[in-house]
Structures are given as C-alpha cells and as structure tokens.
C-alpha cells in the first residue's frame, strides 16, 4: 500500500539556487499539505491545498515559496534564491479531507549551503 | 495570537510506568485535538483524534482527555515500553480554519 511519498529525500543546494520538492500524496486524498521542520522544533505550516487549490497560504514565509497542486494529485514545493535558513525537513502530508487524519511522508532534508 | 504549548523538556519514566503529557493552548477554541507520535528521521504518525464534546479518548494503551475550560488536553501512555520512546505532537484543530497546526512536541523516554 502506497503512503505518501516525497522525493528527494535528501537535496543540498547553494546558496542562491532553485529548488524543487516533490509530493506524491495517498491516491483519492484531496487534503494536502506542506510543513517545515527545525529540529527540536515541531512542524511549522506552511501551505494547505484543497484539490487543486490553495486555500490557506499563510504559512508560506515570503515571496520565494511557492507551491502547486495543478491536477490535485501531485504537489510541488518550489524555493527561489534558497537561503541558508531555509534549510530544514519539508513534510508533505495528505488527508482524505481537511479536519480528519493527516498521512505524513518522511520529508525532504534540504540543506542549502 | 495562538499558541500551542508543550513541555520542553524530555519525559524519562520507566518501563511500566504510566507517562503524562501537557498540551496547552492559549487564543484558541478548537473543535477537536489532534495526537501525532513522530520517531527520529521520520513524519509524524496520527494516533489519536478527540472533539471537543468527548472528555477522554482510548485507543489501546493510549488516552487523551481534552478540557476546554482548562484549554488543555492530557495524553497518557499506561503500562510503557521502550518502543513508546518518541517524540509526541498535539495539534489542535477548528473545522473553520483547515490549517493543521503543531506544538513543538514532547519526548518521552522509556527505560528499560
């Protein structure tokens, strides 16, 4: 049985650099979402995605997150001009809708050095 | 605005024990209270849910009780073990707002 999926599961960039994460959630969930986490700290929202859109974007930090979900399946966190404090785990979850369980994958560690 | 507070500091308790955790919120009414064990390396795992109407919740050795006039929610594990050695994350919830936020989680550790 498939859980959720995120690639890669390890990505060091430079400084100043593009970077793409990947999401492949639980087949037929239509909530997904990405977090942020330091250590020691706890997962940190970011953005909350409703089939294809995004209907709270509020966590994202600034301008150089983005994040798309175009056929409601897959989702793809974007980061522009990556900067060393972006480097944390990103977690991707799923759920069958908002406000029930959510299905965490292992999370992408992103160091950016 | 909202704060979602658990303790800091790691729980040791031995084998057989039963361990207690805090998780406190301020500036907030959730409609129900999310539990999540996460190990090193790994997402959290979902364990347990419990609504706002519901006083205490089980699930095998696991309960949670949530009071909202004390704005906290408790979750015990009775009789632990060394493979209950994790950190522990609760994350309440508000069906108007979908975003599924989390304190900085608890870690229990169990000696054998």
């Known amino acids: 049985g498939a859980g959720v999926s995120q690639t890669p599961s390890n990505k060091v960039t430079e400084k100043g650099k593009y970077v793409e994460l990947r999401c492949d959630p639980i087949s037929g969930h239509t909530a997904l979402y990405w977090y942020r986490q330091s250590l020691g700290q706890g997962p940190e929202f970011l953005i909350y995605f409703q089939g294809t859109g995004a209907a709270d974007d509020s966590g994202l930090p600034n301008d150089r997150f983005f994040a798309v979900r175009p056929e409601g399946s897959v989702s793809t966190l974007k980061i522009q001009r990556t900067e060393r404090g972006d480097s944390a785990v990103y977690l991707c979850?799923?759920?069958?809708?908002?406000?029930?369980?959510?299905?965490f994958g292992q999370g992408t560690r992103l160091t950016v050095v | 605005s909202q704060k979602i507070e658990q303790n800091s500091e790691a729980l040791n308790i031995q084998e057989g024990k039963t361990a207690t955790l805090t998780c406190n919120y301020t500036?907030?009414?959730?409609?129900?209270l999310q539990w999540y064990r996460q190990d090193p390396g790994r997402g959290p795992v979902f364990l347990l849910l419990i609504r706002e109407n519901e006083k205490e919740k089980r699930k095998e050795r696991l309960k949670v009780t949530f009071d909202t006039t004390l704005k906290q929610s408790l979750f015990h594990i009775t009789a632990s073990q060394p493979a209950d050695s994790a950190t522990y994350l609760c994350a309440p919830g508000d069906y108007g707002n979908n975003r599924l936020a989390f304190g900085k989680g608890n870690q229990v550790v169990v000696i054998p």
């Open positions: 979850a799923s759920s069958p809708s908002a406000n029930t369980e959510a299905f």
């Open positions: 500036n907030y009414s959730p409609a129900y």
